[in-house]
């Protein structure tokens, strides 16, 4: 049996620490917000590169409340990619802006700029690039479109943690960059927690207003606001996760080569791209086959954890029925979404169940070709 996460294993090595921090804020009495918090931020901003990091409730509400901060209002338009986890379009849709979709590139599963430019009208005001997977999206090309119409770049990096682009950390790349700390993600919480960053001091600042219902002082309420403060529980648990964080990251990336070298060579299945100007983080490991159905019976058979990112684009959920779309309309994204199967990834993996991990795919997809 190997699982598609195994967070248990994730936590045992630094699981006195985490013990300790969480006494340490038992003792402290301060649980919503406080130095815990601050300090965090401090720290995942110089993680990222970044001026500023705002610690909120969740990856949704860092989505959310960056947009309100950026002032996206009703009547606007936001571009972003059909093939993400749908928080990205509901913080959209919570800022009373229309989500516009843009088709991806098929080798990368990553926001297309030719898509893009394409879909941008009078009124468009952002951009949200998703960092899928843990690569980023193709940053140059998007900045250069978002600078030639005014457009704001938010990045979703809620699945980018530490993946650089031509050397700069995702998240520090457009005018705000956010991140989900979901324990299943890169850095992870016992819980649920968020961060914004930014080199803009009033986003951040808007932020840190908006998180703390809008307060300008304690009771008196400038804007209207939300309950989006980081559980200083959460903080605390963060900033020792936060210290290995790189080395965890390193272990993907040398998974991800160790899967490589095994599927290069096994016909009907294809991994996911990674582009040229990224150092990706392995969120997640999909790979893209035609024989989705019979290698998920197979897995299921062998016990093995796997996953599928995502099984319906955002354009054909019920959910945002109201947009109006129909199928066939972002053809990329509809085909990825019934061929992508993402593979166990985790820092604690090891070799030989990644070896079982292809053989199973091999027996299931080849015809070997001859070495
Ligand atoms: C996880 C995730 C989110 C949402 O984060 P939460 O912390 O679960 O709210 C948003 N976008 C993407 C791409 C994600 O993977």
């Known amino acids: 049996m190997i699982p598609f996460l195994d967070l248990c294993a994730h936590h045992a090595p630094v699981r006195d620490g985490l013990c300790r921090a969480m006494s340490r804020v038992l003792d402290s009495g301060q649980f919503a917000g406080g130095p815990v918090v601050e300090d965090f931020e401090k720290h995942f901003a110089q993680f990222c590169g970044t001026q500023h990091a705002v610690g909120v409730g969740s990856g949704t509400e860092a989505l959310w409340l960056a947009l309100l901060a950026c002032g996206i209002q009703p009547g606007d338009e936001v571009i972003l990619p059909p093939n993400t986890f749908i928080a990205t379009a509901e913080a959209v849709l919570w800022c009373g802006a229309r989500p516009v979709f843009a088709d991806v590139d098929e080798r990368t599963c990553l926001l297309d700029p030719a898509a893009v430019e394409a879909a941008i009208t009078s009124r468009t005001r952002a951009l949200i690039p998703v960092h899928l997977f843990g690569s980023t999206a193709p940053m140059d090309e998007l900045q250069e479109i978002a600078a030639r119409h005014g457009l704001q770049v938010i990045e979703d990096a809620c699945q980018a943690h530490g993946a650089e682009y031509r050397g700069r950390r995702a998240g520090s790349l457009g005018r705000a ?195």
């Open 177 to 371: 960059g956010c991140f989900s700390f979901y324990p299943g993600k890169n850095l992870g919480a016992l819980g649920e927690a968020g961060a914004v960053v930014t080199d803009d001091p009033e986003v951040a600042e808007r932020i840190r207003c908006l998180r703390d219902h809008g307060q300008s002082a304690k009771y008196h309420h400038q804007h209207l606001g939300w309950n989006g403060r980081m559980d200083a529980l959460q903080a605390a648990i963060l900033l020792i996760k936060l210290r290995r964080l790189s080395a965890c990251n390193q272990l993907r990336r040398s998974h991800a080569r160790c899967y490589l070298r095994q599927l290069q060579s096994i016909d009907n299945v294809r991994p996911v791209d990674c582009p040229a100007d990224c150092l990706p983080v392995h969120h997640l490991f999909p790979i893209c086959t035609a024989r989705r159905e019979a290698l998920l019976k197979a897995l299921r058979r062998r016990r093995i954890g796997h996953g599928i990112h995502y099984p319906v684009p955002l354009h054909l959920q019920p959910a945002l029925e109201s947009l109006g779309h129909r199928a066939g309309e972002f053809p990329v994204a509809e085909r990825l979404a019934g061929q992508l199967l993402s593979l166990p990834m985790y820092p604690e993996l090891n070799q030989s169940q990644i070896e079982e991990v292809c053989g199973v795919i091999s027996a299931v997809c080849a015809h070997r070709r001859a070495a």
